[in-house]
Structure formats: structure tokens, C-alpha cells
């Protein structure tokens, strides 16, 4: 009995979800509205418009891509500001967005959010990403960061089933396993690497903290807690015994770990954004995938599921807001599956892991071809797996800034991993006191 | 006696060739790579030709889906002649009237120009950029054309050449009715020929080669110049074949045109360059 | 009244100059003057910008260490590049005003970089200086050296730089000592070949002497040039590592959106660059022998 009720809850909590979310074709809803993205329309826009038009088919949803870098964000906050011209955004980065709510370029959702029944932490797992007590973002884009394997040398390596989580050491050791050295020792195949972009390494840090990775209990910066010097470590010490692709490496030759992956230079790989590079990359062996490592064994991994990385927001002053709003709310959820056509992930709970695979590679049985779809599904898609997010952002750009010199001082040996951190420490708190 | 000057002669040139080829190397290297596969270009066998030339990297890079060259050329070159023939147009009249009329104030004028010219254009940024945003020229190409159309080293130059130019010419059409426009138009600019094609050329290569300006202000794809082409190959791609067709194709056409008109190159920088 | 049409004629031709001159050039220096002296995040409209008075300049030389850095580095450039720039233009130029053939093609080879983009040149120099790029490769072959980082050495960072910069600007400075070494008179030469003096005592004792307008010249002009450096380090990826005084304006006004601070910056690069012009100005009466 009591079962039975918990079901019939389920299903009505299920059916209510639903009803909020999946409108019949409303033909009422009408306007001509632009959305600011940074992916192509072949890499998921496209299609995520022209489903959103099977809903709305009098809304005509026009896309502008901008490019996601410093000359491109200016871009943008330009072109909301010049008004008409923006309606729909996907903002990239906390401090990005931060930037933009905070200076009143985004539109207040709450009330909106909350006439429809949508509950970000029911929704998209977290409902960090306020401002003022206000929302102005869907935290819907996520990130979801993982170990890619090639499973043929995971084959001949003899490493036997993939694993569901693992340590460090765990991972170390499988590296070390998988590098493949000529008779001088000379590496020939590196057994792993980090993702190619510079701060990655922090995303361990993330993985333990589960919050604010800069910041410690008091605000101040945190870079004197242990888990950055033993995190940078790893790094360091993996590339130092060529068990790592360098990082020093990938920055100055301007490489990517996808490519060196799929070309089958390095046999696994922290990656992100991989998933859309697979078919073009046709590489000759299919994908199985792993979680991102944890410290401890046990640990709760808050880099297990997709990190709110991107954000949907509307401009403030759109001259559609019923329309821009639809469209925003149909991007973070239904629509939101079409970011794994660009390599990204959803935060929505309610992604249809099968859909995904289609978006993807075609077609469920055409996926099995490039990669391992169990694990696929298990840790790149992660629905509802334990997230890392962020909900206070003083001197973010500093950090950051601090974060990416002083790494390349520890990778090109001119600093030590103790005294990088003791002076980013330093330098941080000086930041944070200076915009307080 | 002269058969010694001869054997000079060709060591020399031998030795001051081998030189100037070697300086060339750098961009032998760009070609020979813009041609090879990606792998190739940093293959630890290194060949100048690579067995099979790839034509087909040009192709892509001048077709490309988001920054074709073919249209980066065609706002490049817009900016540039335009700028070019704007900064003539602008001063000429400048250097007509600081150099040729008498008023007051002229060498007030002059003077606060001058002295603006220590401030680099770098140094505005911020300032042009909250102007232009304001105009609406923000992620339009008149916002590298405009500041182009003055420019006090081409004033300076016209001014200087006016001014050598005999006074009776215009005192004679002054006579005969003329205006003072008509005077400038038909009979002085004329013969200010040399001057206005150097300017023309220190124009055209400083429009061309601008940089800063383009990134700030044009933001999105369909405005990009030939430079930003090259930074949009060197940060999205890691195709390094293509990055170098890239720099090949923004520099190639450019060592062609200079070939046909060099004379007034080096003319241009010899006469701004050698004072005293 | 003829007196009086002259004079609106003379305003009236520079009519357009002015306007441009007023709207682009005075206002935007006198914008960020003021500018410099506040706080300003453009997203935060004109209501945002907050009075800071000589803030944003003590913070710059107290509390800014990637500023000082960028000083410092900019400096590096500079009087790297303009004297070795210049002394390879004068040796180059000094060669083809010499008894050589091929004059003409030899002048062009070495002017060739100076009409190239400066960003696609760094382009070049970018691959050129990889670990293994055909620098090491070379440098390997020849002298059995170990690779150099140069790229991966934040140390090392601004060798590339200088070195493409350096490449670029040398046809320029080679074109203008050529124009600069025919005005050298014939007869000097050879009186002193009379005098029995050799070559290297007439390029010391006759050349460099009768060309230093020409070297001051370009010794200003190369300067200035490098103190406005930024394409080359953007394209190079090192203007985090290595920064200038421009790449550090570009990245505090578009980066972070710190309007004023970066106009705070912009301002000791103009001081900079009127500390040279006015050393020019001096100099030109004194230093130099006519």
C-alpha cells in the first residue's frame, strides 16, 4: 500500500513536472526574436530551433554566433546594451553572467519561474546562480568533465571492466599502465593527460570542494588548503614522469588533448567537450568513458555530473519577452539536449539520456560504433549525479587570472608547486580585500 | 684594375644574397608549410616540398564556413582604400590651407595637432570605443575608417609641399576669378603629386596592418579583417597547416602588389625617414 | 574683406581635419584623462562611473604587480629592438651601398617583412620558435643544441617577441640608411682612402657620424613603435606571460571592463611617450652632428 502511494506520487509529481513544461503547439504566441549563442547551427542550433518551432511556429527565432573570448563578450554586452539586437542569450562563465545581472542586462525570471512551477534545484539540480535573492538565468549549460578512454588500449593494457569510480591513485596507475615506451624508454604513447586548458587542475580541487573553488569559509582565497598543492602535484609529477601529456606543452604548442586523443597519441584524457568532435575526429578505436577521479575512495564527487557552466538568460530589454521567454525556458530544457551537439552538457534533470545518443552520433546503434554507450550515458550525460557549482564570485576574473600565470610558473619549473601557491594565496586575499 | 672591381663585385653580391635570402627564410617557411599536411609541418623529416602538395589548404582557408578569406579581404580592402583616399582628400585640404592661406590662428592649430600626435592611438581605445557605441559604429567597419581620415603626418607632409610650391600660380588664377577651392582642385593638388603618393602608401600600409582597432570594434565574423582571419585560425584551430595558409594568404597577395609599385615604397619611407 | 574671405577659406579646407581632429582625437583624450582619474564599467551606464581621484595611478605603481611587470617588459622591448634593429638595417645598408650586383632585388629581400602584417608575422615566428619548431631544429643540426622552450619559459617569453619585431622592422630602417648613406658625399671616402684609412676606420670615422640625424631619427621612431607593442605578443599567446603596456590596457578595459583603470594606464604610456619625444626634441639640437 504504502508502495503504492509512493508511485502514484511519483507519477503525479512526474505529470505535474510535465504538464508546466510541455505546452501543446501554441499558435498564439507570436514575435521575431535573435539568439546569441556561440555554437553553429550544425553543431546543435539548428535543430534546436527548428524543434522549438514545432511548438511555437509563430515565433521566428533568428541566431547570431559570437565567439566566446574577450573581444566577442564585449561583443555581446554591446549589442545588449544597443537594445534590439539581443534577445536570447547563452552566457558563458559565472563571471561573465555575474557581470551582466549585476549591471541589469538580464531579465528578472523569478516571478515568471515561479508562475510556471519551475524549481531550479527540482529542475537543474542548484539554485546558486541567484542574484539579490532574484533569478536571471536559466543554470541550465553545463560542463560535465570525465575521463575518456580508448578502450583498445585499455584492452591490451589487460585493465579489465571500466571503472564506475575511482582515486587518483587508481588513475595514476592505470596511466602509467597504458604509456607505451620504445626500447630507450623513449615515450611514445603518454597514458593520460589533463584537459589542455590551463586551469583544469583546479577542477580536482572542485571535485572535493563541491563549492567555490577559490574562496575558503571566510571569503578570503583558499589556495593555502592542501587540496590545491597536492592537485597541482599530480599534474606536475604525471607529466614530469611521462606518464601525463604535458600541459607546458599543449599551451605553447596551441594543441588540443581531443586531437592528440583521437589520433591516438595519448590513450585517455580529461576532457569536457570531446563528444563533438568524435565523428569528424573518426578515430579507429570506439570511446569508453570513466568519472573524473576523486581524492579519497568514497568521496562524494561533485565533478561526478555536469558543472552549470553556461546560462540562458534574457535581455533585459527585449521588445519580446513572452516570446524571448518561451524560447529561453524551451533552450534549458527540452531544447537543452541539443548541447551535447556542441560538446557541452545539460544541468536539466529531465534529459532523456537515449535522446542524447541520437542528437549525438545519429542514432542509438550508430553510437554503439564510436563509443562505449553505458558508460557514455553513465559519465558524460550523468543525469542527476552530484554537481559542483558557485554562488559567490569576489575577484573572480583575478583568480583566475592568478591561477593561469602561476600554473605556467610551476609547469615550465620555474616555481615550485609550494611557492606558486603560498604567493597566489597572498596575492588573492590582497584581490579580494581590494574589491571588498 | 677593373677586372679586380669585377671579382669584388661578385663576392659581394654572392655573400650580401646569400644574406637576404637567408632573412626570407622565415616566410619560405610559412609557404612550404602552408602547403603540407598537419602533421608534416612539424614532422621531424623536414622537407621544403612536401611530397604531395595540398593545394586544397588554400581552398579551404579562402572558403572557409565562418572567416573566408574572400570576404576578409573584401573589408580589409575597403577599410584601406577608403581610408586611404578619405586621409588624402582631408589632408590635402589641411596641408592647402596651413601651408597656402593666411588667418589666424593657423599656427595655433597646427601647433595643438602636433602635439596630439605623442598620443597614440593605443592610448584611446577606451574613449573611441564608448564613442563609437554611442554613434552606433560600434561592429561597423566606418569605425576604422573615420580616425584613418586624419592624420597629422600626412598633413605635415602636404603642408610642407605647399608651401614650397611658388605663391604666383595662385595669386595669378586669384586674378583670373578663380576660388580658392578651384585653385586647390585644379591647379595646386596636382602638382602635389609626389607628396599625396606617399601618404597614400604610409595610408594604405598602416590601414592595412591595423590590428587593436579591428579586434575592439568589430567583434563578430562577417566584419573581420585579414588579421583577425589569422588570430581566428591561431586560437580555433589546431590545424597547423592551415594557420600558416592563413598568414601565407593575408601576406602573398600583398608581396605582389609591392613588387609592381616598390618604387614608391621605398620612395615614400626614404623621403619621411632622412632629415637634415 | 578680402582679408576676411581668406580666412574662411583657410577655415573652411580645414573644416574636415578639424572635425575628425575634434571628434575622434581631442575628445577622446580628454574622455580618458578624466576617465583615468575613476572607476567605470561600461555595463553600468554613465550613472556607474565613480570619482577615485589619484587612486587608480598609486594603486598602478604600489599595488599593481602585473603592471609593473608589463612596464618593465615594455621597456625590454624597446631598447631591445631599436638599437639591434637598427644596427642590422645600417650593416645591411652599409653592404648594398656597397660594390655589389642585384642591388635593387638584395634591398627588396630585406624590405620584404617590413610590408607583411605584423600579425601574420607573429604568426610565423610563433611555429618558428616552438620546441620543435625549425629554430631548434637548426640550431640541433648545427650545434648539437638541446631544444629551448622558448615559448614555454615565461623567462624566455619575450625572446620571440623582440626577435619578430626586430625582423619586421629592419627593411624599414635598411631603406632609410640607404636613402641617408647616398647623401654621404663621394669625395669624403676618397680623400680618406687618400689618407690611407680602411674600411672599418671610414664607416666609424666618416658613415655613422655624417648619418646620425638618420639614427636618432630612427632611434625615436623605433621607440615609440615598440612602446605600442601588442600584435605581436596577442598573436604569440604571450601577453599573459610577457605582457606590454597595451596588452595590459586591452585586458583591464576588455577583459575585466575597467574602464578607468585602464585609461590610468593608457596615461603613463602617453607619459612615456613624451619623455621620448621630448628627448628628441633636446637632443636633436645637441646630440646630433650636422
Given at each position: 500500500m504504502k508502495k503504492l502511494t509512493a508511485i502514484l506520487l511519483a507519477l503525479v509529481m512526474l505529470a505535474s513536472c510535465a504538464l508546466a513544461l510541455a505546452e501543446a503547439p501554441n499558435t498564439e504566441l507570436t514575435g521575431e526574436i535573435t539568439f546569441y549563442t556561440a555554437f553553429a547551427g550544425a553543431n546543435g542550433t539548428d535543430a534546436l530551433i527548428a524543434q522549438f518551432n514545432e511548438l511555437y511556429p509563430n515565433v521566428k527565432v533568428n541566431y547570431e554566433v559570437?565567439?566566446?573570448?574577450?573581444?566577442?563578450?564585449?561583443?555581446?554586452?554591446?549589442?545588449?546594451?544597443?537594445?534590439?539586437?539581443?534577445?536570447?542569450?547563452?552566457?558563458?562563465?559565472v563571471s561573465n553572467t555575474a557581470k551582466r545581472w549585476q549591471n541589469g542586462l538580464l531579465m528578472d525570471l523569478t516571478d515568471r519561474l515561479a508562475a510556471d512551477g519551475l524549481d531550479l534545484v527540482e529542475n537543474w539540480g542548484t539554485d546558486a546562480y541567484q542574484y539579490e535573492g532574484r533569478t536571471y538565468v536559466f543554470p541550465s549549460g553545463g560542463l560535465s568533465v570525465y575521463v575518456a578512454i580508448n578502450l583498445d588500449k585499455w584492452e591490451a593494457a589487460g585493465l579489465g571492466e571500466l571503472p564506475t569510480a575511482w582515486t587518483w591513485d587508481e588513475y595514476l596507475a592505470a596511466c602509467e599502465k597504458l604509456t607505451e615506451r620504445d626500447a630507450d624508454g623513449k615515450v611514445l604513447v603518454n597514458g593520460g593527460g589533463d584537459f589542455n586548458q590551463i586551469d583544469y587542475w583546479t577542477y580536482a580541487v572542485r571535485q572535493a570542494k563541491g563549492k567555490n573553488v577559490f574562496y575558503n569559509a571566510e571569503g578570503l582565497s583558499d589556495f593555502d588548503n592542501p587540496l590545491f598543492a597536492q592537485a597541482l602535484h599530480h599534474e606536475v609529477?604525471?607529466?614530469?614522469?611521462?606518464?601525463?601529456?604535458?600541459?607546458?606543452?599543449?599551451?605553447?604548442?596551441?594543441?588540443?588533448?581531443?586531437?592528440?586523443?583521437?589520433?591516438?597519441?595519448?590513450?585517455?584524457t580529461i576532457e569536457s567537450i570531446l563528444t563533438r568532435y568524435i565523428v569528424p575526429g573518426a578515430p579507429t578505436f570506439r570511446i569508453g568513458y570513466a568519472p573524473y577521479p576523486t581524492f579519497e575512495k568514497d568521496q562524494t564527487n561533485y565533478m561526478a555530473g555536469s558543472n552549470p557552466n553556461s546560462f540562458i538568460a534574457v535581455a533585459a530589454n527585449t521588445q519580446s519577452p513572452d516570446a524571448a521567454y518561451a524560447f529561453a525556458k524551451f533552450a534549458a530544457t527540452y531544447g537543452n539536449k541539443y548541447m551535447y551537439a556542441a560538446g557541452h552538457a545539460t544541468t536539466w534533470t529531465g534529459v532523456n539520456p537515449d535522446e542524447v545518443l541520437s542528437v549525438v552520433f545519429g542514432s542509438e546503434e550508430e553510437a554503439a560504433k564510436w563509443v562505449d554507450t553505458e558508460s557514455f550515458i553513465r559519465c558524460v550525460v550523468a543525469a542527476g549525479e552530484p554537481a559542483y557549482s558557485e554562488d559567490y564570485i569576489v575577484a573572480y576574473t583575478e583568480m583566475q587570472s592568478l591561477v593561469d600565470e602561476y600554473t605556467m610558473y610551476v609547469l615550465n619549473g620555474e616555481m615550485t608547486v609550494e611557492d606558486a601557491l603560498a604567493e597566489m594565496k597572498l596575492l588573492g586575499d590582497e584581490a579580494i580585500e581590494d574589491a571588498r | 684594375m677593373k677586372r679586380k672591381l669585377i671579382w669584388i663585385r661578385t663576392v659581394n653580391t654572392l655573400w650580401v644574397t646569400a644574406i637576404g635570402i637567408l632573412f626570407l627564410m622565415p616566410l619560405l617557411w610559412m609557404?612550404?608549410?602552408?602547403?603540407?599536411?598537419?602533421?608534416?609541418?612539424?614532422?621531424?623529416?623536414?622537407?621544403?616540398i612536401p611530397d604531395k602538395v595540398q593545394w586544397i589548404n588554400y581552398a579551404q582557408v579562402w572558403t572557409h564556413e565562418r572567416v573566408p578569406f574572400w570576404r576578409l579581404y573584401g573589408n580589409s580592402l575597403f577599410i584601406a582604400v577608403v581610408s586611404t583616399v578619405g586621409e588624402l582628400i582631408?589632408?590635402?585640404?589641411?596641408?592647402?590651407?596651413?601651408?597656402?592661406?593666411?588667418?589666424?590662428?593657423?599656427?595655433?592649430?597646427?601647433?595643438?595637432?602636433?602635439?596630439?600626435?605623442?598620443?597614440?592611438?593605443?592610448?584611446?581605445?577606451?574613449?573611441?570605443?564608448?564613442?563609437?557605441?554611442?554613434?552606433?559604429?560600434?561592429?561597423?567597419?566606418?569605425?576604422?575608417?573615420?580616425?584613418?581620415?586624419?592624420?597629422?603626418?600626412?598633413?605635415?607632409?602636404?603642408?610642407?609641399?605647399?608651401?614650397?610650391?611658388?605663391?604666383?600660380?595662385?595669386?595669378?588664377?586669384?586674378?583670373?576669378?578663380?576660388?580658392?577651392?578651384?585653385?586647390?582642385?585644379?591647379?595646386?593638388?596636382p602638382l602635389t603629386k609626389p607628396a599625396m603618393v606617399t601618404a597614400a602608401v604610409l595610408a594604405f600600409i598602416n590601414s592595412w596592418n591595423e590590428y587593436l582597432s579591428a579586434l575592439v570594434f568589430l567583434p563578430t565574423a562577417e566584419n573581420y579583417t585579414v588579421s583577425q582571419g589569422i588570430q581566428y585560425w591561431m586560437s580555433m584551430s589546431d590545424d597547423h597547416n592551415l594557420m600558416m595558409t592563413a598568414a601565407a594568404s593575408a601576406i602573398l597577395p600583398v608581396i605582389v602588389l609591392f613588387l609592381f609599385t616598390q618604387r614608391y615604397f621605398v620612395e615614400s619611407i626614404a623621403t619621411t625617414g632622412v632629415k637634415g | 574683406?578680402?582679408?576676411?574671405?581668406?580666412?574662411?577659406?583657410?577655415?573652411?579646407?580645414?573644416?574636415?581635419?578639424?572635425?575628425?581632429?575634434a571628434a575622434l582625437v581631442v575628445l577622446p583624450v580628454i574622455m580618458s584623462l578624466l576617465l583615468s582619474f575613476t572607476e567605470w564599467n561600461f555595463l553600468s551606464g554613465i550613472q556607474g562611473i565613480s570619482w577615485k581621484g589619484?587612486?587608480?595611478?598609486?594603486?598602478?605603481?604600489t599595488r599593481d604587480r602585473k603592471f609593473m611587470l608589463a612596464l618593465t617588459n615594455t621597456?625590454?622591448?624597446?631598447?631591445?629592438t631599436a638599437p639591434i634593429s637598427i644596427a642590422i638595417g645600417l650593416l645591411f645598408a652599409f653592404m648594398l651601398n656597397d660594390k655589389v650586383y642585384l642591388r635593387k632585388v638584395n634591398r627588396m629581400f630585406f624590405f620584404i617583412p617590413y610590408i607583411c602584417s605584423m600579425v601574420a608575422l607573429a604568426a610565423v615566428f610563433r611555429f618558428l620558435f616552438r620546441v620543435d619548431g625549425p629554430i631548434n631544429a637548426?640550431?640541433?643540426?648545427?650545434?648539437?643544441?638541446?631544444?629551448?622552450?622558448?615559448?614555454?619559459?615565461?623567462?624566455?617569453?619575450?625572446?620571440?617577441?623582440?626577435?619578430?619585431?626586430?625582423?619586421?622592422?629592419?627593411?624599414?630602417?635598411?631603406?632609410?640608411?640607404?636613402?641617408?648613406?647616398?647623401?654621404?658625399?663621394?669625395?669624403?671616402?676618397?680623400?680618406?682612402?687618400?689618407?690611407?684609412?680602411?674600411?672599418?676606420?671610414?664607416?666609424?670615422?666618416?658613415?655613422?657620424?655624417?648619418?646620425?640625424?638618420?639614427?636618432?631619427?630612427?632611434?625615436?621612431?623605433?621607440?615609440?613603435?615598440?612602446?605600442?607593442?601588442?600584435?605581436?605578443?596577442?598573436?604569440?599567446?604571450?601577453?599573459k606571460t610577457a605582457p606590454s603596456l597595451v596588452t595590459e590596457i586591452y585586458s583591464n578595459a576588455f577583459d575585466s571592463y575597467k574602464f578607468g583603470y585602464a585609461s590610468a594606464e593608457a596615461w603613463v604610456l602617453v607619459a612615456v611617450i613624451l619623455v621620448i619625444t621630448l628627448i628628441q626634441m633636446v637632443g636633436q639640437k645637441k646630440w646630433v652632428h650636422y
Open positions: 559570437y565567439k566566446n573570448s574577450s573581444d566577442g563578450n564585449v561583443g555581446l554586452d554591446t549589442a545588449i546594451i544597443a537594445g534590439g539586437q539581443v534577445d536570447v542569450l547563452l552566457s558563458f562563465g609529477d604525471a607529466a614530469a614522469s611521462g606518464i601525463w601529456h604535458s600541459k607546458a606543452v599543449y599551451q605553447s604548442d596551441s594543441t588540443r588533448s581531443r586531437n592528440l586523443f583521437l589520433q591516438g597519441e595519448i590513450a585517455t | 609557404l612550404s608549410s602552408s602547403l603540407k599536411t598537419g602533421p608534416e609541418v612539424f614532422a621531424a623529416n623536414f622537407r621544403w582631408v589632408a590635402s585640404m589641411a596641408g592647402y590651407s596651413l601651408g597656402k592661406i593666411e588667418f589666424k590662428g593657423r599656427n595655433l592649430v597646427f601647433i595643438v595637432m602636433l602635439v596630439t600626435m605623442m598620443i597614440p592611438a593605443q592610448a584611446t581605445i577606451v574613449p573611441r570605443f564608448v564613442i563609437f557605441k554611442s554613434m552606433g559604429l560600434y561592429n561597423n567597419i566606418w569605425a576604422l575608417i573615420f580616425p584613418a581620415w586624419f592624420n597629422v603626418t600626412s598633413i605635415f607632409l602636404l603642408r610642407t609641399f605647399y608651401m614650397s610650391l611658388p605663391g604666383d600660380l595662385m595669386e595669378a588664377a586669384k586674378i583670373d576669378g578663380a576660388s580658392y577651392f578651384q585653385i586647390w582642385l585644379r591647379i595646386m593638388m | 574683406m578680402n582679408k576676411k574671405h581668406e580666412a574662411l577659406a583657410g577655415w573652411l579646407f580645414l573644416l574636415p581635419a578639424l572635425t575628425i581632429f589619484v587612486a587608480n595611478f598609486t594603486r598602478l605603481f621597456v625590454f622591448y624597446a631598447f631591445t637548426v640550431a640541433g643540426a648545427l650545434f648539437g643544441a638541446e631544444p629551448v622552450p622558448w615559448l614555454n619559459r615565461t623567462s624566455l617569453n619575450r625572446i620571440p617577441v623582440v626577435c619578430v619585431m626586430i625582423y619586421a622592422a629592419t627593411g624599414y630602417n635598411l631603406i632609410v640608411y640607404m636613402a641617408a648613406l647616398q647623401n654621404v658625399p663621394r669625395e669624403l671616402y676618397e680623400a680618406a682612402m687618400v689618407d690611407g684609412a680602411g674600411p672599418l676606420r671610414r664607416f666609424f670615422r666618416i658613415t655613422v657620424p655624417l648619418i646620425s640625424p638618420t639614427t636618432f631619427y630612427l632611434l625615436v621612431v623605433r621607440l615609440i613603435a615598440a612602446f605600442k607593442a601588442f600584435s605581436a605578443l596577442n598573436i604569440m599567446g604571450v601577453s
